[in-house]
């Protein structure tokens, strides 16, 4: 079955550092480019990070450039979130998504069914 | 970066009537767009890409139109399985956004 498992959200309190995993299943996890998607509790989807299928190449909003890192481990067919400095606008549910081995474009055919971190004292 | 907005934030409309869900971006994306249904409790699904291919499971009832700035996501004639929350996404330029979405009730 194709999919998408994240795991690692937890509570955690502002200042503090967190890794999330996306373990992968189904497909060929090294041809696909692949991205984490938050939300917010009650809010709409913001795109985090994404990284090319080689791993190679990253992007980051601006949010969270230079606290969070963005990783892949093609052997164990994992992508990575490691969060520092987080914030309490951190707070949301984080989805890994995948983008199509078809195309060269940035949009997620599939998603995982999300892990949730709260940043609170 | 694009901003994207969507209109209305929420819809009421009854089943078997038509929906027109609608989404604008701050500067010109080509069709460089995507739309999802999201419905409560679970991730989203691809719809849209392309501005008006649509993605794979769903049914003809939904369509996409649009390119440069201005998009539109019809549903033909409303089921019950359709109220979800539908969110628009730009790729054509970094960052990567998302409209606020549009909430689809009856």
């Known amino acids: 079955e194709v999919q998408l498992l994240e795991s690692g959200g937890r509570l955690v309190q502002p200042g503090g550092s967190l890794r999330l995993s996306c373990a992968a299943s189904?497909?060929?996890?090294?041809?696909?480019?692949m991205s984490w998607v938050r939300q917010a509790p009650g809010k709409g989807l913001e795109w985090v990070s994404g990284?090319?299928?080689?791993?190679?190449?990253?992007f980051y909003a601006e949010s969270v450039k230079g606290r969070f890192t963005i990783s892949r481990d093609t052997f164990k067919n994992t992508l990575y979130l490691q969060m520092n400095s987080l914030r309490a606008e951190d707070t949301a549910v984080f989805y890994c998504a995948k983008r199509p081995n078809w195309s060269d474009y940035w949009y997620f055919d599939l998603w995982g069914r999300g892990t949730l971190v709260t940043v609170s004292s | 970066e694009i901003v994207m907005t969507q209109s209305p934030a929420t819809l009421s409309v009854s089943p078997g009537e038509r929906a027109t869900l609608s989404c604008r971006a701050s500067h010109s994306i080509s069709s460089n767009l995507a739309w999802y249904q999201q419905k409560p409790g679970q991730a989203p699904s691809l719809l849209i890409y392309g501005a008006s291919t649509r993605a794979t499971g769903f049914p003809a009832r939904f369509s996409g139109s649009g390119s440069g700035t201005e998009f539109t996501l019809t549903i033909s004639s409303l089921q019950s399985e359709d109220f979800a929350v539908y969110y628009c996404?730009?790729?054509?330029?970094?960052?990567?956004?998302f409209g606020g979405g549009t909430k689809v009730e009856i």
């Open positions: 996404q730009q790729y054509n330029n970094w960052p990567l956004t």
């Open positions: 990284i090319s299928g080689s791993g190679d190449n990253t």
């Open positions: 189904g497909f060929t996890f090294s041809t696909n480019a």
